[in-house]
């Protein structure tokens, strides 16, 4: 009963390091989504997509890149870390459907030093 | 306007009793929407759909009005676990397809 899996649950970079935030689903969920959460700024959506070999942009997508090669996996790259990247990531899948809601991973938590 | 606005609050409520809140969301395609729980620094967790003639589950009943586009929360005998931020969740749009509007969340604090 997996759900949504990420890896890994705590990560420390230094500015200028790259590094990729993993993400995976077992339940079959076309749409994936990738949100960072600061204080008091909410759930901002980072980049998504609505299945295999289709991503798209967010609302804060400079520094970051996904990729969707399969079904179960999204993804997420920083390309050059800084400190403005610190934040808690949060993965997140569902169905491809009206009506159908979101489950998310527990989280990623990145901080940039 | 933003396309899903909530009052942060805090909403302090004292253990037993009954609080509410409301969520607006611009966006009059919307078709489906969600109420979901989040504790400090963990991830969201469903905690109900929201259908358009209303539904309950337990102490919690939410409610739909499209007419004035917002939808409501309502927690009975307030615990001292339900104390967590509340968000409100809307999708912009008719399509499944269509993402995901998250709300600030509405953050409630239960009192002994």
């Known amino acids: 009963n997996a759900g949504v899996t990420q890896t890994p649950k705590f990560q420390v970079l230094k500015t200028g390091q790259s590094m990729t935030l993993q993400c995976a689903q077992d339940?079959?969920?076309?749409?994936m989504s990738w949100y960072r959460q600061d204080p008091g700024m909410g759930l901002r959506l980072i980049h998504y997509?609505?299945?295999?070999?289709?991503?798209d942009q967010g609302e804060v997508p400079n520094g970051y890149n996904v990729s969707r090669s399969t079904t179960e996996d999204f993804p997420l790259r920083l390309l050059s870390a800084a400190p403005s990247q610190t934040s808690v990531y949060f993965c997140?899948?569902?169905?491809?459907?009206?009506?159908?809601?979101?489950?998310f991973g527990d989280g990623t938590r990145l901080s940039i030093l | 306007r933003k396309e899903v606005e909530q009052d942060p609050g805090p909403f302090n409520v004292p253990e037993g009793a009954t609080v509410a809140f409301n969520c607006t969301y611009s966006?009059?395609?919307?078709?489906?929407f969600f109420w979901y729980r989040q504790d400090c620094r963990k991830e969201p967790k469903l905690l109900m759909s929201?259908?358009?003639s209303g539904n309950e589950d337990g102490r919690f009943t939410a409610q739909l009005n499209r007419a004035s586009q917002y939808i409501s929360l309502l927690i009975r005998d307030s615990k001292l676990s339900d104390s967590a931020t509340y968000l409100c969740?809307?999708?912009?749009?008719?399509?499944?397809?269509?993402?995901?509007?998250f709300g600030k969340g509405n953050q409630v604090v239960v009192i002994p």
């Open positions: 997509s609505v299945g295999a070999g289709i991503t």
């Open positions: 339940m079959n969920h076309e749409y």
């Open positions: 929201v259908y358009s």
């Open positions: 969740v809307v999708t912009l749009g008719y399509y499944g397809n269509n993402r995901l509007a």
């Open positions: 997140a899948s569902r169905l491809d459907r009206r009506y159908q809601p979101q489950h």
């Open positions: 966006n009059s395609a919307s078709q489906s």
